[in-house]
C-alpha cells in the first residue's frame, strides 16, 4: 500500500521559509516523479513543481520560481519543498504526489499524500 506523508507546514510571517517533507512508502521511490500541489478552497489543485526520479529535472511554477525549492533523497524516500520568501498567496494545503510519468498536472498523478497547511500571514 502506497503511503505519501507531508509535514512540515505551519503558520509563518510573509517573507519567512518554511521545509516540507513527504516521506514515500509502499514503492520504489527512487522510480517516481515527485510532485508538490497546492488547494485553496474553492479553486482546482494548483501545480507547485516537480522532480524527476533521478532529480535530475525540476521544474516550478512560475509563481515560485526562485523562491522555492524542491528536492529528493532517494535514500530515505523522501521529498523535500524548501520554501523561501513566503508571500500571503502562498497560503494553501500542500500536497505531495508521485507518479512514474513526469507532469505538472494533477490528474497524471496516481499517489497522493493528505496535505499539510501552509499559512501565511502579512
Known amino acids: 500500500q502506497v503511503q505519501l506523508v507531508e509535514s512540515g507546514g505551519g503558520l509563518v510571517q510573509a517573507g519567512g521559509s518554511l521545509r516540507l517533507s513527504c516521506a514515500a512508502s509502499?514503492?520504489?521511490?527512487?522510480?517516481?516523479?515527485m510532485g508538490w500541489f497546492r488547494q485553496v478552497p474553492g479553486k482546482e489543485r494548483e501545480f507547485v513543481t516537480a522532480?524527476?526520479?533521478?532529480?535530475?529535472?525540476?521544474q516550478y511554477a512560475d509563481s515560485v520560481k526562485g523562491r522555492f525549492t524542491i528536492s529528493r533523497d532517494n535514500a530515505k524516500n523522501t521529498v523535500y519543498l524548501q520554501m523561501n520568501s513566503l508571500k500571503p498567496e502562498d497560503t494553501a494545503v500542500y500536497y505531495c504526489?508521485?507518479?512514474?510519468?513526469?507532469?505538472?498536472?494533477?490528474?497524471?498523478?496516481?499517489?497522493w499524500g493528505q496535505g499539510t497547511q501552509v499559512t501565511v500571514s502579512s
Open positions: 509502499g514503492l520504489t521511490f527512487s522510480s517516481y516523479t
Open positions: 522532480i524527476s526520479w533521478s532529480g535530475s529535472s525540476t
Open positions: 504526489a508521485a507518479d512514474r510519468s513526469y507532469s505538472v498536472i494533477a490528474r497524471f498523478y496516481n499517489y
